[in-house]
């Protein structure tokens, strides 16, 4: 462990500390959006404040962040080079890598003596040299972590997890939650963000930062802890600001870094007050995040804003979400970035008439019912990071 001090007056004034595993890169962010977040320290004026810095020189994109998702499979491996091909001939200009993917595993080796060795895969050879190829093709870098779906730390510390007839709890795809009412899994999580951040990073997205799907039908049955969250208010409200509160942390706990924070989130949190079961308020998470990600993704809706069949309507179903977006956004404060995740991928599962082909012209559509709302981000996603060719990404101006 690395612990940056300084000595003051006879007294010693500890900013943060920096658990760097020494193979990891230490390069950093200069953010052109916004400004930079200070350490929130209380040291006398006269005294320098101090941010961690890493070196490498990205720079937030001057209209806006559009990006893929990309796993760490195809950061580490061949696909890598067509999917940078991509940004380089089009007008995308960022990458969401998985770091902690959504079994529970880091997609890179650590040192051997990271207490996260045992749950990393060796997916990305080298983070170093991965950073270096993004900043060489002015790539902006995102880290995606996946939070409360968590197979590997479930089964690994069934305390942390959801347990029913004495046994973890998985849903129907045998995926098992951790708690989010624990800090202990707050701070597991934001330690991983962390690292990702010391790795050159310009931005943790937070992924599945919810409770299980249908929660409240679970909340009465299951057996779990739920930590500091015993008294009070009903189980609807105290998911909610568990759920809010971690996001609150992570941000607080990730300021020394100099980096975004942002959150996935389901596209109808923002068209109800609060989605009951799995915790999420859009108002209070975009409170605290610097990005919100909704996922908007047409197949994903059932009959909603008037349109019986969203995916076969991908144009309609993105601009009415927008409209509603922009109000419930409009309404705060300090509103973050809105970035949502659009659809690039065909939903056969729905079956017969009920979905589309989706190709250029149904990605265009949506990107076109952003543009037309005010919202110039997006960040396409598609599980396999096979992407429709010869699509214009170009904002509408």
């Not at 690395?2 to 000595?7: D, E, I």
């Not at 993917?101 to 207490?115: A, C, E, F, I, K």
Request: proline share 5%; aromatic share 14%.
């Amino acid at each position: 462990m690395f612990v940056l001090m300084l000595c003051i007056f006879g007294f010693v004034v500890a900013p943060f500390s920096v658990q760097a595993e020494e193979t990891e890169s230490n390069k950093a962010r200069d953010h052109q959006h916004k400004e930079v977040t200070k350490t929130k320290l209380d040291l006398p004026d006269q005294v320098a404040r101090f941010e961690y810095d890493t070196g490498y020189s990205f720079i937030y994109p001057e209209d806006g962040v559009r990006g893929i998702y990309v796993t760490g499979n195809s950061a580490g491996g061949q696909r890598f080079t067509s999917l940078l091909e991509l940004i380089n001939s089009t007008d995308l200009n960022a990458m969401v890598i998985d770091i902690k993917d959504d079994h529970g595993y880091l997609t890179y080796r650590p040192d051997n003596d990271s207490p996260f060795f045992d749950i990393s895969k060796n997916f990305i050879g080298s983070t170093e040299q991965l950073m270096e190829t993004l900043e060489e093709n002015e790539v902006y870098p995102i880290a995606r972590i996946v939070v409360f779906k968590d197979t590997v730390l479930a089964e690994k510390k069934p305390e942390l997890s959801f347990k029913e007839n004495g046994k973890i709890w998985k849903n129907n795809r045998g995926e098992a939650f951790v708690n989010p009412f624990l800090k202990e899994v707050w701070d597991y999580n934001i330690a991983i963000a962390e690292k990702a951040a010391k790795i050159g990073f310009k931005e943790i997205q937070f992924d599945y930062v919810r409770f299980p799907e249908g929660f409240e039908r679970r909340d009465e049955i299951l057996d779990y802890d739920t930590g500091d969250y015993k008294e009070g208010e009903d189980n609807i409200k105290k998911r909610v600001e568990a759920v809010t509160d971690f996001v609150a942390y992570a941000r607080e706990q990730l300021s020394p870094y100099n980096i975004d924070v942002s959150v996935d989130i389901f596209g109808y949190a923002a068209t109800i007050t609060e989605a009951p079961g799995i915790g999420q308020n859009f108002s209070k998470i975009s409170e605290n995040v610097d990005v919100i990600s909704s996922m908007i993704y047409p197949s994903h809706w059932t009959p909603y804003f008037g349109i019986s069949k969203p995916d076969l309507h991908p144009y309609e179903l993105t601009k009415e979400y927008a409209k509603v977006e922009n109000e419930v956004l409009g309404a705060l404060d300090d509103p973050p970035v809105s970035r949502p995740w659009i659809q690039d991928f065909t939903a056969s599962w729905l079956g017969s008439g009920n979905y589309k082909s989706y190709g250029k012209e149904e990605v265009e559509a949506q990107i076109r019912a952003l543009n037309e709302q005010g919202i110039d981000e997006f960040l396409l996603w598609n599980a396999t990071n096979r992407y429709t060719q010869d699509v214009n990404y170009k904002p509408v101006n």
